[in-house]
């Protein structure tokens, strides 16, 4: 089973924890107020099978996105091009600015992975066309989120990953990715079996574009 994006283990060896350990690096937008990110290449040079991320853009903290903000994301974005690595991308409250930079790049970097992707469900047939992937957190067992829930129905099968966004702070009261994915099925219409047999068969497209 695997957890698209979470930033430490559950401690279940049978679950595949994207994110974790050096499996991605990045300077995560909320931490980009000066950042340099040049070391990113060293990282890279490091570890043929380093991806990049999260990274993004974000307006929950405030309307207003700084120009470090957009200058760590398309640095980034660059380098994974570069270097032709799979992202995971960030865009709380403006996923229509992370699609058109990512659409940039496509042909250079080889994956893009939408994480925690909501409420812009029109954007679905543009990350679609660029062979994107979108991650379905926990919100999803919030069952007053009647859109959220819905909309995931429409997420395409190819498309699919399930997440739990677990960090050092949320561990505790995080709900495992097997409840998520349950609920995901259930939503679907799926046997939680299958299901997990497409996202894992989704995170292993993710992770093998060609890298340098």
């Not at 496509?106 to 994480?115: E, M, Q, Y």
């Not at 097997?178 to 219409?189: D, T, Y």
């Not at 894992?200 to 340098?212: E, I, K, V, Y």
């Amino acid at each position: 089973m695997t957890d698209a994006h979470c930033h430490v283990s559950c401690g279940d060896p049978s679950v595949r924890e994207l994110l974790c350990g050096r499996d991605f690096v990045g300077v995560h937008p909320w931490d980009a107020e000066g950042a340099d990110v040049s070391f990113l290449h060293g990282a890279i040079a490091a570890d043929q099978l380093l991806g990049v991320g999260e990274i993004g853009l974000d307006r929950l903290r405030s309307r207003e996105i700084s120009a470090d903000m957009r200058r760590v994301f398309e640095e980034q974005l660059a380098i994974a091009a570069e270097s032709s690595r799979p992202v995971v991308l960030h865009g709380a409250k403006c996923w229509g600015e992370v699609v058109s930079a990512a659409k940039r790049h496509v042909g250079r970097i080889p994956a893009f992975l939408f994480h925690g992707f909501s409420r812009s469900w029109g954007l679905l047939g543009e990350i679609a066309a660029i062979g994107g992937f979108v991650s379905v957190g926990p919100a999803v067992l919030n069952g007053h989120a009647a859109n959220y829930r819905r909309a995931v129905t429409a997420i395409p099968a190819e498309m699919l990953l399930v997440e739990t966004d677990r960090t050092a702070e949320s561990a505790a009261e995080c709900p495992p990715v097997a409840e998520v994915l349950r609920e995901v099925a259930a939503l679907r219409g799926d046997s939680p079996s299958s299901l997990e047999e497409l996202v894992d068969s989704n995170a292993d497209r993710f992770l093998a574009g060609p890298h340098t």
